[in-house]
């Protein structure tokens, strides 16, 4: 099936859970992550949703098990995770942006059915790129909804990482991106998988 075939298909079953997501029951709102795993800053976090955008994002990364990453940083000694995300605001009229969240917010199974930790194996690169995340969140850096890796005044998911890493030194994914095309989207976008599968991490925890 094209990548195009897809987007309708896709678009069609968005439909379907809109109509029927009224009459869901509300989930447990727990952690994924294990308690025997132990976040450092730098580590690439992933996970997988399991609303729409997720699986759409999986039908087009063929290599792929996740739908989403960020990166794993320290603030005032608490481990958080900033990343770039559409369709979870704080507040109401927040915009898609760079987010700041917490582990439990990130890893929540109302937003996350699976998950895997990467690390970088060299700490000061791995330190120096949380770094640079987190300025990208306070300069309030918006979501990248054209999905151009070209801009870096937007950033989408894998963008932000990639950014952050390069920043640091290190280019986590050398090899072409994916053309995707999709309803309202027409882009060259480097998918999760790609900053999975990078040379540079190694794996610490899947789940």
């Not at 739908?67 to 603030?75: F, P, Y």
């Not at 390069?166 to 994916?178: D, H």
Request: overall charge negative; charged content about 20%.
């Amino acid at each position: 099936m094209t990548l195009w075939a897809w987007g309708v298909v896709l678009t069609t079953i968005s439909l379907f859970f809109l109509s029927v997501s009224s009459c869901r029951r509300p989930q447990e709102n727990r952690c994924i992550l294990p308690d025997s795993v132990e976040l450092r800053v730098g580590d690439v976090v992933f996970r997988q949703g399991g609303g729409l955008e997720s699986h759409a994002v999986l039908a087009l990364d063929r290599d792929g098990e996740y739908s989403h990453v960020g990166i794993v940083v320290d603030t005032m000694g608490q481990k958080m995770i900033v990343h770039a995300v559409p369709g979870e605001p704080d507040f109401e009229g927040d915009p898609d942006r760079v987010k700041l969240d917490s582990i439990g917010k990130f890893f929540s199974s109302v937003l996350a059915i699976q998950g895997a930790v990467m690390r970088m194996d060299d700490s000061i690169v791995a330190k120096r790129a949380s770094q640079k995340a987190l300025e990208v969140f306070r300069r309030g850096v918006l979501f990248d909804g054209d999905y151009n890796f070209e801009d870096s005044t937007t950033m989408y998911c894998t963008e932000l990482v990639q950014f952050v890493y390069q920043s640091a030194g290190v280019k986590l994914v050398t090899g072409e991106p994916e053309h995707v095309v999709l309803p309202l989207v027409d882009a060259e976008v480097y998918l999760p998988s790609t900053i999975y599968h990078s040379k540079h991490l190694r794996p610490i925890s899947i789940f």
